[in-house]
């Protein structure tokens, strides 16, 4: 899978990522609605028809209104009333929640696609030492009912370890400022943190473990990208008003 992304990464100016990383959002979609309820396969076939149609062409008229429009009949004509409006609007939350992803693209056509391959490359940094300190030194914990192992020790030991890598990566090789890159660090563990509970907090209602079984031994691609979701949205925003 590494080696698929860094091959469509550094291909980034034609048109192979921008469809590689759709994948990853409409396959993201996929998992996020199933873990919803939304199990009918023609109900998954309108959210995947029209969120390809949001990612690839967002600036259709129109396209949300008639994706909207689609869901209100489908809730109308269920004859489980109160479970087709919760089922269907969480779905379509988290649709929209998962097509944040498209703001990858934004960032690569910003800064390139070193930049973009750095700036994610935090949140790893940011999991790998929370979840060290947190296993070596935590006592105190962030949301025992969602996710037991994650403590503050090793929150704010993530953060200061992704801020460190962002003022290597961010700022001594790739140039750019080092207010910039500071931010950038602490986005990394922050919202990368949160992202990751959120998506915990569905699995653990949906009484699963891993988002899908689609990368064997590692879950599904929610989880591979959990972090990024939220994270890449507020990078383009800081990059761009620090530009």
């Known amino acids: 899978m590494a080696i698929i992304f860094l091959f469509f990464l550094f291909y980034s100016k034609s048109a192979y990522f921008n ?22 396969k023609f109900e998954q076939c309108i959210f995947i028809l029209f969120s390809y149609i949001m990612y690839f062409f967002p600036s259709l008229p129109m396209i949300e209104y008639f994706f909207l429009l689609t869901l209100v009949i489908i809730i109308l004509k269920n004859s489980n009333y109160k479970e087709a409006l919760s089922r269907i609007s969480a779905a379509f939350f ?12 934004s960032i690569i056509n910003e800064k390139g696609a070193l930049f973009f391959l750095s700036s994610i490359s935090l949140i790893w ?58 931010i950038m660090g602490i986005l990394a563990g922050i919202l990368g943190h949160i992202g990751d509970i959120f998506e915990s907090s569905w699995k653990r209602k949906a009484s699963l473990k891993d988002s899908s079984n689609l990368i064997p031994g590692h879950g599904g691609i929610w989880d591979r990208v959990d972090g990024m979701i939220l994270l890449l949205p507020a990078y383009i925003f800081i990059i761009k008003l620090l530009s």
């Open 125 to 182: 940094f940011y999991d790998i030492f929370a979840f060290y300190f947190g296993c070596r030194f935590g006592r105190h914990k962030i949301a025992p009912n969602i996710s037991p192992k994650k403590s503050f020790e090793g929150f704010f030991a993530g953060i200061f370890f992704s801020t460190l890598a962002s003022i290597v990566l961010i700022w001594y090789f790739l140039n750019s400022s080092l207010l910039l890159a500071i």
């Open 94 to 105: 988290l649709t929209h929640y998962a097509l944040l992803l498209r703001y990858g693209r």
């Open 19 to 40: 469809y590689f990383w759709g994948f990853i959002a409409l396959s993201v979609i996929l998992e996020a609605i199933n873990i919803a309820g939304i199990k009918k």
